[in-house]
């Protein structure tokens, strides 16, 4: 913001926390290209601590996906373990009910008041919800108890929301868990995970009534 001010121009955010930046490629845009001297340019670039790897500091996102690769590890045939992805599953429902908890992020910065000058992008929590649950999903189709962790997580993440949108999206997402699970599970394996995905529809529908 103060970089912005001191230029008169609005700066354009283009590389997110967690982002890869091959050499040459913009990290932010201003608004007046006439302005983009050197020195604004280095002050701007000298805002940016960037590395060899993610790293946790600021990257909720790198975070998840640790825990995703644990639990994806341990559903692998090679490994077998779903008492593993299932503490996985239940540790990220506990961090995407933290967020969901938090002020929502601002993306857009103004001053003087009406005068645009900073626009940053920034997650919502469907993305994190995807980046948490879908490879999970998609991989652990076959195993009752690894899908019906998954489906109490969306349960608790949705009872935390209020968003009437994000309901339906966890809904949505507990759909396909279902419909993958019937194309590899027996009938008396999918009862329970029939309860929770109507619970799971009755939170949507209340979120919407």
């Known amino acids: ?21 091959p050499a040459g490629v913009p990290v932010a845009s201003v608004s007046n290209p006439d302005k983009l001297t ?5 002050a701007l670039l000298a805002l940016y601590d960037i ?12 975070g998840i996906l640790q825990i ?15 008492s593993t992805a299932i503490s996985c599953i239940d540790h ?3 961090i995407l009910i933290r967020i969901a908890g938090r002020e929502p992020s601002h993306s857009r910065f103004y001053n003087p008041p009406g005068k645009l000058r900073v626009l940053l992008p920034v997650f919502e929590l469907d993305r994190y919800v995807h980046s948490a649950f879908d490879q999970i999903r ?5 195993d009752a108890a690894v899908s019906l962790r998954l489906l109490r997580a969306l349960t608790d993440v949705s009872m935390s929301v209020d968003d009437p ?9 507990g759909r396909r868990i279902l419909t993958g699970a019937e194309s590899c599970l027996i009938e ?22």
């Open 1 to 21: 913001m103060r970089t912005a001010l001191d230029h008169r121009v609005t700066v354009t955010v283009v590389r997110r926390v967690g982002h890869f930046v």
């Open 51 to 62: 590395g060899p790897t993610r790293t946790l500091q600021q990257d909720v996102e790198f």
């Open 92 to 94: 990220l429902s506990r």
């Open 188 to 209: 008396d394996e999918l009862g329970e995970m029939r309860q929770r995905m109507t619970g799971l529809d009755k939170l949507a529908g209340e979120s919407g009534s």
């Open 165 to 173: 949108e994000m309901r339906t999206m966890l809904a949505l997402m």
């Open 38 to 42: 050197p020195e604004l340019a280095g």
């Open 68 to 82: 995703v690769d644990i639990a994806l590890r341990a559903i692998s045939p090679a490994v077998n373990d779903p």
């Open 138 to 142: 998609s991989y652990s189709k076959g």
